[in-house]
């Protein structure tokens, strides 16, 4: 069965560089969440989109962005990078919106800034 | 915002042996998330529930609404069911699907 697909699976930036990050939702998956793991932390949810729109926001830095597209895939879009922002970067898809249902999680992106 | 604890933070078991993870959350939910992940790796979803108990192979997972507390098992554990285990519950509590995690609990199972 397809799962979620991460893109990169790995990234190395230097301070101050831009990093985008790509998620491809399970298909027909109408709703994409974006959850950021620092080292030795618990995930933190970011941003989360359900048909395109932004439906939540967490601790998302402003220098990230975000945005689902036509197809639903998704991009995390990160500016000025700090060394505070290395962390595995995972996103989680969904067939609707809301705590009814399940959410299938992509194997993440590992960034280090350097 | 919902509070999420999890016992034991460290769990060292010998092959064989029957495992207990603890999960207790604050604020009322619609369903709490069992995930696993490995060292370095990504997260992989084992259950959803809402209520009573969902068994999946080895992994048994049960959910008292009432007292906002869920369990993990896992039935003669094996070395490749070391990884660590995180319950994730509604970050509000009711409907909405952002998540916020548990700490985790790092089992290892010794053959």
């Known amino acids: 069965a397809a799962g979620v697909i991460q893109s990169p699976r790995h990234l190395i930036k230097e301070k101050r560089e831009t990093a985008t990050l790509k998620c491809y939702p399970i298909?027909?998956?109408?709703?994409v969440y974006w959850y950021q793991q620092g080292p030795g932390q618990d995930p933190q949810f970011l941003i989360s989109?359900?048909?395109?729109?932004?439906?939540d926001k967490g601790s998302i830095p402003d220098r990230f962005s975000a945005q689902q597209f036509s197809d639903y895939h998704s991009e995390l879009n990160m500016s000025s990078l700090e060394l505070g922002d290395s962390a595995l970067y995972f996103c989680?898809?969904?067939?609707?919106?809301?705590?009814?249902?399940?959410?299938?999680f992509g194997p993440g992106t590992r960034l280090t800034v350097t | 915002k919902n509070e999420v604890e999890q016992s034991p933070q460290n769990l060292t078991a010998q092959e064989g042996e029957f495992i207990t993870i603890n999960c207790s959350y604050s604020?009322?939910?619609?369903?709490l998330h069992w995930l696993q992940q490995h060292p370095g790796g990504g997260i992989v979803s084992l259950f959803m529930?809402?209520?009573g108990k969902k068994k999946h192979g080895r992994l048994i997972a049960t959910i008292n609404i009432q007292e906002k507390h869920s369990s993990l098992h896992i039935t003669a554990s094996h070395p490749r069911d070391s990884a660590v285990y995180i319950c994730?519950?509604?970050?509000?509590?009711?409907?909405?699907?952002?998540?916020?995690f548990g700490k985790g609990t790092k089992l290892s199972v010794k053959p």
């Open positions: 989109f359900y048909e395109k729109m932004q439906s």
């Open positions: 529930l809402s209520s």
């Open positions: 994730a519950v509604p970050y509000y509590g009711g409907s909405q699907g952002n998540l916020i």
């Open positions: 298909p027909r998956h109408d709703t």
């Open positions: 989680a898809s969904s067939l609707g919106f809301g705590n009814s249902y399940e959410q299938y």
């Open positions: 604020v009322g939910i619609s369903a």
